[in-house]
Nanobody
Framework: QVQLVESGGGLVQAGGSLRLSCAASGSIFSFYTMGWYRQAPGKQRELVASISSGSSTNYADSVKGRFTISRTNAKNTVYLQMNSLKPEDTAVYYC????????WGQGTQVTVSS
């Protein structure tokens, strides 16, 4: 079974940067998608970014041009580089692995101050 461990959250000022990491371990299958959802209290869950096993990427419109998702095959690790952060990016970010069903990371808090 796949397990995910994510890290990299923290407190930054508006305009700053953070990099999230999500390391997958266990049975990694040939075809899958990984990425991050985020959710703030009282707000809808939002798919932030995703990357496929074939390295195709997708981004939410709200983060295009600011966030970049990438993957290191040797480590089975996905990274989310977040630049030009805004207060509205404040949320808990949950890494996921998807192959028919979701496997979730534990979540990491990102807080962007004004």
């Amino acid at each position: 079974q796949v397990q995910l461990v994510e890290s990299g959250g923290g407190l930054v000022q508006a305009g700053g940067s953070l990099r999230l990491s999500c390391a997958a371990s266990g049975s990694i299958f040939s075809f899958y998608t990984m990425g991050w959802y985020r959710q703030a209290p009282g707000k809808q869950r939002e798919l932030v970014a995703s990357i496929s096993s074939g390295s195709s990427t997708n981004y939410a419109d709200s983060v295009k041009g600011r966030f970049t998702i990438s993957r290191t095959n040797a480590k089975n690790t996905v990274y989310l580089q977040m630049n030009s952060l805004k207060p509205e990016d404040t949320a808990v970010y949950y890494c996921y692995y998807l192959r028919g069903s979701y496997v979730w990371g534990q979540g990491t808090q990102v807080t962007v101050s004004s």
